[in-house]
């Protein structure tokens, strides 16, 4: 069968699509990944077909961020769901829709590839809805290809309950006028599964979903991947002293930091390590602290796969990301969270502290660093805790486990 897959327009999206991609492609399928031209190059470096849409903008105009800070992670920016009972869930559902609105561009593009290309089934980004519409258009089945925690579909839960109870007098959904934008030109009537897709992909263990009714979840065990680098010697042998990896996670959605804003990140992190007998290893603060003479003498490395990185290490710090989060639950490292909240990063730490496979920080201090570290390093319940995890990560279907699953519902929801 032909595979489109849609994605939000930044590399942080397109990279978790790509094993996916690989398996679908090594069981005889046609897989085509379409993305905005100036992230192509990160589809095809994965030996995959690009197909280039959007290209009338900029992608910071798809994704609007720069020109709409209420979407970017600052205090009350975000647009993640702590819990089932977040307090401020209009505000960003209202955000949410502003998003969808943003991929407006894309609709006449990716409607043009696929009534000319035909796919029989077509994975979407939860962002990109038009990509549900263009699957509509052309008969193809279409899921979405989930890359964290589902707050979209409980928001749209949380909405519906809302207008019910409200009744005619109630609040308006904006959701109404993204979808009418998209739909109209096409004489399309709205249908929930155009902004849920028929059934579900999600990457994340089940423990970290949010109760959201009516929708088919498929899980996958999401598997690393980076844009690749070569192993240093060191990795090849056993470390003398515990090996702890300093991760820097990119902004999903934003650009890449400048670099005085990394390297002052990093300094201020390396001062957690101070009197502490480990190795670190900081991982994605760029080349721009390459040849200083920084506190602890860290060792550096920036593009290598995180499956690679993390079998020889005794913990692992970061910000909470689900990229990171499964990386080192795939692999059995404890892990220190310090956790930012933007999407489902106080989701995964929360998941992660439930199992007792790791420690999760209100802020990112020194001293509080230091003392979580030591007792993740000394503690070996978290380690054993942390290979309970591995376990039930290592119990979901891999990419390749998957793909029948998909031919089969490909089959059922196509419509010729």
């Known amino acids: 069968m032909r595979v489109l897959i849609a994605v939000f327009p930044t590399a942080a999206h397109t ?3 790509v094993p996916l991609a690989w ?13 905005h031209p100036g992230l192509a190059g990160s589809v095809t470096g994965a030996g995959l077909a690009a197909v280039a849409v959007g290209g009338s ?21 975000g647009l993640a769901v702590a819990s089932a009972d977040c307090p401020d869930w209009g505000a960003k559902w209202f955000r949410m829709t502003r998003v969808f609105a943003g991929m407006r561009p894309l609709l006449e593009e990716l409607t043009g590839v696929v009534v000319r290309w035909r796919p029989d089934l077509v994975l979407w980004d939860p962002f990109c809805l038009p990509a549900a519409v263009a699957a509509r258009l052309g008969g ?15 928001l ?8 019910r109870a409200a009744g005619d007098g109630g609040w308006h959904d904006p959701l109404e006028e993204v979808m009418q934008q998209l739909l109209e030109p096409y004489g399309l009537p709205y249908e929930e599964e155009l902004l849920l897709g028929q059934w579900t992909v999600d990457p994340l263990p089940p423990g970290v979903r949010l109760p959201v009714p009516d929708i088919r979840y498929e899980s996958m065990r ?17 470390p003398t002293r515990p090996r702890v990896c300093l991760l820097r996670e990119p902004d999903p959605w934003g650009p890449p930091p400048g670099p005085d804003e990394a390297l002052a990140e990093l300094t201020d992190r390396l001062a957690a390590f101070e009197g502490l007998d480990v190795e670190v290893v900081a991982a994605g603060f760029g080349p721009a602290a390459r040849g200083l003479d920084l506190p602890g003498r860290p060792r550096l490395v920036d593009g290598l796969p995180l499956d690679q990185l993390l079998p020889g290490c005794a913990a692992v710090v970061h910000r909470g990301g ?3 989060f499964c990386a080192a639950a795939a692999k059995g490292v404890p892990q220190l969270v310090v956790p930012s909240a933007f999407w489902d990063e106080e989701a995964t730490a929360g998941y992660l502290a439930r199992r007792g496979a790791g420690l999760v920080l ?32 290592e119990a979901l279907p891999g990419p390749a486990e998957i793909v029948p699953v998909l031919e089969r519902l490909t089959g059922l929801h196509q419509r010729i």
């Open 222 to 238: 999401r598997s690393a991947y980076g844009t690749g680098a070569t192993v240093p010697d060191w990795l090849h042998s056993r």
């Open 15 to 17: 990279l978790p699509v």
């Open 322 to 324: 689900a990229a990171a």
């Open 57 to 77: 903008v900029e992608a910071a105009e798809l994704t609007d961020f720069e020109r709409n800070p209420g979407l970017r992670g600052h205090p009350g920016g």
């Open 362 to 393: 209100d802020g990112g201090r020194p001293g509080a660093l230091r003392t979580g570290l030591t007792e993740l390093l000394d503690d070996g319940a978290y380690r054993a805790r942390a290979g309970h995890l591995r376990q039930e990560v």
């Open 156 to 163: 749209r839960a949380r909405s519906q309950r809302y207008l």
């Open 23 to 35: 398996a679908l492609r090594n069981a005889g399928h046609e897989v085509r990944v379409a993305t």
């Open 140 to 154: 193809a089945a279409h899921a979405r290809l989930l890359w964290g925690r589902d707050n979209i579909a409980w």
